[in-house]
């Protein structure tokens, strides 16, 4: 991490020129005509403000390569040649990464069997590669895509693999034989499935005439390196052009995803016979924010297809639908109306899957106020998918118009059904960090809500978690810096000190987890610097602390939250101030949420004729607004001071 600059890395692939103390260049993670991709080589960090991608050397690999973590590392070792010690692997691990080396070998093998059965023998012309012709596959895209032809005959293939060497076992574990112990694929055109970097890990075959005799495509058994759900057909193919286009066709067959590619469109996969998996669509973000899924418009496949779209949603990709004119697949009617004519249809036929969803469900329920009802519960499962608050209330917005209902009833029912959904989560599967950052983004939604309550609406100041951001922004940006003249020193420990009963009232978990790794930090004699957090594993924390230490500062708020506002110095000189400011108003906040919580017991109390109770809260309602009068002061004494 010290060697490798990130200008340096990032300039390999990124023409950057400088712009002041940083550097700029056209984004190469989404598509834009101006620049807005910056590097800053005193931070040793990127970020774009376009799309927000954001991180140091390491991650750049592992994002515009697709590489993971160690293969990222080897890179950059390999670019500034610093010799890597790997940890010597155990007996057993050797041998199992031989094993899968050999499996991955045996597929390469058999991959080029079927090519050359394909090209090279009487039967593969006449049965394979004219069924391909017919379909209008030319000779480069068959080239291209790999396909190949599994001749008839019950050991072609083992009988070829053991001459060179091959034991059953290993065609076993590659998916490659029967339990009967005969080929897996017979008299079939092939199609290699690729991994991300383009190995072979499995194929599918096709039938060449439909026949009542056994399925239209058979895949691969599911081995230790093919796993359905993991795996996108067409991936390797596509994703530079996925990347150019920020957007992901996705189709239903093979088929689709060749001819689209021969048409010129080459951003398109299939999710190969299975239902759309959480892991294909994180694959799809890696490299676009949007997918525009293409369908044949037959009534029951849109529904069924629907379901699978709600776990999009879920992982904050735009989603666009486009339906195709009847009759027609993406492979029939892209030979029908050309690359143009293709692209002008999507781009009139296509739209957000959520309108479009509402005015289907809408036109179904026409007339009848109890189907009426089962639409909206239906709706708002899918609107509770939206895990970015702001972009869900937009939609809800739209949503409440379209049906003409009330917007605040669609709030809630969204509310409600985004609670049911999270309690799911946390008993189903393992937290992990997309789920904790929902649960924030719930907390944030929450509070929104709130905020349609009159009551709540009177205290501005309770319903975000800004002040709380603040605390982080000026701990991670200045918390090394030394106070002179003070045992509290560096500043970090003055906030930490500061804040230490409070730290657990914080309602930002991340927050509160920054918090907690600095004080840690701290205590073991070793206060971080700002690019501890830019560089920080947790991806969640990173991008907060590059969103943090990039952002212009953020003052400017202040004023519509009806705060006193002093003179401004520069932060850079000012961070002394600003922590004490920043340290009152949270202190603030959290006061003013108290008195709002004993509030509401006193009404309740009341309500219940309880008077004792009553008379002890009504107290400590006394007791909190003198607290609040000292922290108000102590602003005014401030504004004094200077
Ligand atoms: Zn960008």
């Known amino acids: 991490m010290e060697r490798a600059r990130v200008e340096e890395v990032v300039g390999d692939f990124v023409n950057l020129k400088r712009r002041g103390t940083n550097l700029i260049g056209l984004c190469p993670f989404h598509h834009e005509k101006t620049p807005s991709f910056n590097v800053s080589p005193t931070k040793n960090i990127y970020k774009c403000f376009g799309c927000g991608k954001a991180g140091g050397a390491i991650n750049f690999v592992m994002e515009h390569e697709g590489y993971d973590y160690p293969e990222a590392i080897r890179y950059l070792a390999g670019k500034y040649s610093i010799q890597l010690e790997e940890t010597q692997a155990d007996a057993e691990t050797i041998q199992a990464e031989r094993e899968r080396e050999t499996i991955y070998k045996v597929l390469e093998f058999a991959w080029q069997y079927y090519k050359s059965q394909l090209h090279d023998t009487e039967e593969g012309q006449v049965a394979g590669l004219n069924y391909f012709i017919e379909r209008g596959f030319r000779t480069k895209t068959i080239e291209s895509f790999g396909l190949g032809y599994a001749p008839d005959k019950a050991d072609g293939l083992i009988h070829e693999a053991k001459k060179a060497g091959f034991t059953l076992d290993i065609l076993q574990r590659a998916g490659l034989i029967t339990q009967h112990g005969g080929d897996f694929f017979r008299h079939r055109v092939m199609f290699p499935i690729f991994n991300i970097s383009g190995k072979v890990i499995a194929f599918a075959g096709r039938q060449m005439v439909n026949s009542k005799r056994g399925p239209k495509y058979i895949n691969s058994p599911e081995t230790e390196i093919y796993v359905k759900r993991k ?29 689209l590619h021969q048409a010129g469109i080459e951003n398109v996969v299939a999710s190969s016979g299975t239902a759309l998996t959480p892991d294909q669509i994180r694959l799809i973000r890696r490299y676009a924010g949007r997918i525009t899924v293409l369908y044949d418009s037959d009534p029951a496949g849109i529904k069924a297809a629907m379901r699978g779209l709600d776990l999009i949603l879920e992982e904050n990709l735009d989603v666009r639908l486009a339906l195709l004119p009847e009759g027609e697949d993406p492979d029939s009617f892209v030979k029908k109306s050309g690359l143009a004519g293709f692209q002008d249809y999507i781009r009139e036929h296509g739209k957000d899957f959520i309108l479009f969803k509402t005015q289907l469900l809408l036109k179904e329920a026409a007339g009848d106020p109890m189907r009426k009802t089962t639409l909206v519960k239906d709706l708002v499962e899918t609107l509770a998918h939206i895990p970015e608050a702001i972009k869900r209330s937009a939609f809800i917005t739209e949503c409440a118009h379209l049906m003409k209902i009330d917007e605040h009833i669609l709030v809630r029912e969204t509310n409600k059904a985004y609670d049911e959904f999270l309690r799911q989560k946390r008993q189903g599967i393992p937290r992990d960090v997309d789920s904790a950052e929902r649960e924030i983004q719930h907390q944030v939604f929450n509070q929104e809500t709130k905020q349609t309550d009159a009551r709540i609406q009177a205290l501005p100041n309770l ?180």
């Not at 996108?232 to 286009?245: F, M, P, V």
């Open 231 to 259: 795996v996108l057909y067409g991936l390797s193919h596509a994703k530079k052009a996925i990347r150019d286009n920020d957007n992901c066709f996705l189709v239903e067959g093979y088929t689709d995803v060749i001819s």
């Open 463 to 642: 319903a975000d978690q800004f002040q709380e951001r603040d605390i982080i922004r000026i701990l991670l940006s200045y918390g090394d810096k030394p106070i002179p003249d003070s045992n509290l020193t560096p500043l970090s420990r003055y906030i930490l000190v500061s804040l230490l009963d409070i730290i657990d009232e914080f309602q930002n978990e991340t927050y509160k987890k920054i918090m907690r790794e600095y004080q840690d930090l701290l205590e073991q004699g070793k206060p971080p610097g700002p690019e501890y957090f830019t560089h920080h594993a947790n991806k969640e924390i990173q991008n907060l602390a590059i969103e943090l230490l990039t952002s212009p500062n953020e003052y400017a708020r202040w004023e519509e939250h009806d705060m006193p506002l002093q003179i401004q110095l520069h932060p850079d000189i000012n961070y002394k101030k600003d922590a004490f400011d920043a340290i009152l108003r949270l202190k603030l906040k959290i006061l003013m949420g108290h008195i709002e919580n004993n509030i509401a017991v006193i009404n309740q109390l009341q309500a219940e004729g309880n008077e004792n109770e009553m008379i002890i809260h009504m107290r400590m309602h006394a007791d909190l607004l003198q607290l609040r009068e000292q922290i108000t002061s102590q602003f005014k004494n401030v504004v004094l001071r200077v």
